[in-house]
Each structure stands twice: as structure tokens, then as C-alpha cells.
């Protein structure tokens, strides 16, 4: 099984560019994309770049793919889902840029460890705790939001595998049901592992 997000060591350019700088990078390019990438043939340009940007980086495609693997689904039904309410352009455009934000966002988590993204987060933050802000409580739900992102992902994996095993067709009844009851399992567990040290 791929874990969405596992780093990857290597040494190139983006493995060595520091964890703040490829966080903004990172906000700033979905934000980019989000305005800009309004057709297919801007779409096409804006995956050229995510290709390049794979490659400079020294990751197979292949290994990328597999990270992608358990969100395609998703994607696929936002897709039919914007052909109905819109076109297929628009659909396209859309899920483009939803796919290539992702894209985007395992490339960093696949070039970064996650404690140098929490601290990096931490130290932006850490002036506004002079004014009362939860610097430390931010820092344990970033943390928490990253570590569920995989575990999302296993939990989507496993009720995806047992719908198959029962030979049962996708529904929200059969998938999205399992998948947030799951989930918010998962959620009290983290909840109570929390209050038991101490943090509410």
C-alpha cells in the first residue's frame, strides 16, 4: 500500500528548498491556477509545468501515480457530475486544476518531512502569540490534518475493497456511508488521545 504524502528523501532542487518557502509556493500556485486556468489549452500549459516541476524534481510518474491512485474516483465524479450542470470544457478545466492542486501538494509532502512543515508553520505564527493567539493548539491541528490526510485515504481504500469483496456497486449509501462513520471513529480516538494528555 502507497500512504498519500510519504516523503520520499532525495536531493533535488525542491527536497533542499526550505519548508516555509515551498508552503507559500505551494498556496500561491493553487491560487494562481484557481484564477488563471480557464480553458483547456491554459489547463495544458499549467500541466506542463506540474510535469516539469515532477521531473526537476526526480520523482517517477509512475510512483506519483499511485500516490494519486485513491483520489482519481473522486475526481472522475466531480467530472460527470460538472458535465451535467455545465459542459465538458468547464468539467475539464475543473477537475484539472482540482487534480494538479493535489498534484501539487503530494509533490511537497513527498519532498518534505512533516516536522519541518509543522515547525515552519509554527514559526510564522509564533508572533502572533503575544496577542493571545493558540500557536501551540494550531500547531497540533496542522499536525492532526496531515497525519489524517493518510488515513483518509485507508479508510476510503478499505471500504472501497470490501464493497468489491460483496460484489456491491458504488453508491453513497454503500461508500460515503462507511467512509464518515469511519472517520468520525477515527476523530473520537484522536479526541481522546488528546484529552489524555492534556490538551483539550
Not at 135 to 152: C, D, K
Not at 160 to 176: F, K, N, Q, T, Y
Request: hydrophobic content about 60%; charged content about 15%.
Amino acid at each position: 500500500m502507497t500512504v498519500l504524502g510519504e516523503y520520499r528523501p532525495g536531493r533535488s532542487w525542491l527536497h533542499r528548498l526550505p519548508a516555509g518557502a515551498k508552503l507559500v509556493g505551494l498556496g500561491a500556485l493553487i491560487v494562481t491556477m484557481t484564477i488563471l486556468v480557464d480553458s483547456p489549452a491554459r489547463l495544458g500549459v499549467a500541466a506542463a509545468a506540474v510535469l516539469i516541476a515532477i521531473a526537476s524534481a526526480r520523482l517517477s510518474p509512475r510512483m506519483l501515480i499511485g500516490q494519486l491512485r485513491q483520489v482519481f474516483w473522486v475526481v472522475g465524479f466531480i467530472f460527470v457530475l460538472q458535465v451535467l450542470l455545465t459542459d465538458w470544457s468547464r468539467a475539464l478545466v475543473v477537475c484539472g486544476v482540482l487534480l494538479m492542486a493535489v498534484c501539487l501538494a503530494v509533490l511537497v509532502t513527498l519532498t518534505t518531512r512533516t516536522a519541518d512543515m509543522l515547525e515552519a508553520a509554527t514559526r510564522a505564527l509564533s508572533p502572533l502569540a503575544r496577542f493571545g493567539f493558540p500557536v501551540r493548539q494550531v500547531a497540533i491541528a496542522l499536525a492532526l490534518t496531515i497525519r489524517s490526510i493518510p488515513l483518509l485515504v485507508e479508510i476510503t481504500r478499505q471500504v472501497d475493497e470490501a464493497r468489491r469483496a460483496r460484489g456491491l456497486r458504488i453508491s453513497p449509501r454503500i461508500v460515503a456511508v462507511p467512509v464518515i462513520v469511519s472517520a468520525l471513529r477515527a476523530a473520537d480516538n484522536f479526541s481522546e488521545a488528546l484529552i489524555a494528555r492534556g490538551i483539550d
